[in-house]
């Protein structure tokens, strides 16, 4: 399952975050399956798209950044698989 996590980085500041990750890394467990990431001009916000079957993997790695990390988890599917299930109703 892909899912669509957008981070609101808390009080609109990166450092933090980017700290952690210099030093620590993305600290997922293992099972998720990082697959690109995109940042606000203004650094406040990011989105990425991530990739596991269980979603309590999902959850674990949120918890690992939520006191500095707002987090909303969204499940997504590509647009070729949009457009699959559509077609029919074309």
Known sequence: MLYMVIENFRG????????RF?????????????RGSWVTEDLRR???IMEC???RLLDQ?????????????IPVVTSAEA????????
């Open 61 to 73: 790695w949120m918890a690992n950044w939520d006191d500095i990390t707002d987090f909303e988890a």
């Open 83 to 90: 457009a699959a299930a559509v077609a029919p109703r074309l």
């Open 22 to 34: 210099r030093d620590r890394g993305r600290l997922m467990p293992k099972g998720i399956e990082y």
């Open 46 to 48: 990011c989105f990425q």
């Open 53 to 55: 079957e269980d979603r």
């Open 12 to 19: 609109g500041d990166p450092i933090p975050v980017y700290r």
